[in-house]
């Protein structure tokens, strides 16, 4: 099966990335530039990730938009940023006769983000499937918790994944992305390089 995974070098998008290939699918990545405060970052992880893992099968497209986020604490909504992100998932799937898309949205997002929950899930996959592709959110029901149990099963290198919404040399601690990030639960959160400094739980 072919899928394009929305892949923003954030934890669960890289742990989506993961179960795909570990699924056997022809793997496609796309990469969007929101003007986001933490852009720098993710790209960094981004190309990490590609480092270690990209092959010639699996492509790579990076998108920049003029799209920004709104509010600097909480949340930080960026109105219907999925839309857009499965939109352009959309135009490269049915254009290259690609089977799915993928996002990496979960349970953890359902209470602030709108379009993370299921009903929205479903109908941007209503809307692609006239296109001949289905959008999946293989980690929808997923918590955060149950989200490490599947990294560690497939063996994800923990240190890769950029999941702040800051793009500070660490993360900020703070944040709402820092606060649901799942490896605040590993043994050694705080004192490894990638995990914030001085603000652990
Ligand atoms: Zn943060």
């Given at each position: 099966?072919?899928?394009?995974?929305?892949?923003?070098?954030?934890?669960?998008?890289?742990?989506?990335?993961?179960?795909?290939?570990a699924d056997g699918h022809d793997l496609n990545l796309l990469t969007l530039d929101y003007l986001h405060p933490a852009r720098h970052r993710e790209y960094a992880s981004v190309a990490e990730w590609r480092r270690r893992y990209l092959s010639d099968e699996i492509r790579h497209l990076r998108?920049?938009?003029?799209?920004?986020?709104?509010?600097?604490?909480?949340?930080?909504?960026?109105?219907?940023?999925?839309?857009?992100?499965?939109?352009?998932?959309?135009?490269?799937?049915?254009?290259?006769?690609?089977?799915?898309?993928?996002?990496?949205?979960?349970?953890?997002?359902?209470?602030?983000?709108?379009?993370?929950?299921?009903?929205?899930?479903?109908?941007?996959?209503?809307?692609?499937?006239?296109?001949?592709?289905?959008?999946?959110?293989?980690?929808?029901?997923?918590?955060?918790?149950?989200?490490?149990?599947?990294?560690?099963?497939?063996?994800?290198?923990?240190?890769?994944?950029?999941?702040?919404?800051?793009?500070?040399?660490?993360?900020?601690?703070?944040?709402?992305?820092?606060?649901?990030?799942?490896?605040?639960?590993?043994?050694?959160?705080?004192?490894?390089?990638?995990?914030?400094?001085?603000?652990?739980?």
């Amino acid at each position: 099966m072919k899928v394009v995974v929305l892949f923003s070098g954030g934890f669960d998008s890289i742990v989506l990335a993961h179960m795909a290939l570990a699924d056997g699918h022809d793997l496609n990545l796309l990469t969007l530039d929101y003007l986001h405060p933490a852009r720098h970052r993710e790209y960094a992880s981004v190309a990490e990730w590609r480092r270690r893992y990209l092959s010639d099968e699996i492509r790579h497209l990076r998108i920049s938009l003029p799209l920004s986020g709104v509010g600097d604490e909480g949340p930080r909504i960026t109105p219907a940023r999925n839309q857009v992100f499965v939109s352009m998932a959309l135009n490269w799937a049915a254009a290259e006769r690609i089977d799915q898309i993928w996002i990496g949205i979960n349970a953890a997002d359902h209470a602030d983000y709108i379009d993370c929950r299921p009903d929205w899930l479903d109908a941007m996959d209503q809307l692609a499937r006239p296109w001949g592709v289905t959008v999946r959110a293989p980690l929808i029901g997923k918590t955060k918790d149950e989200i490490l149990t599947i990294a560690r099963d497939l063996d994800v290198d923990m240190s890769i994944p950029w999941s702040c919404y800051e793009g500070q040399p660490r993360p900020c601690g703070t944040c709402n992305s820092c606060l649901s990030d799942p490896r605040r639960e590993l043994d050694d959160w705080g004192t490894r390089p990638w995990s914030p400094i001085g603000r652990v739980r």
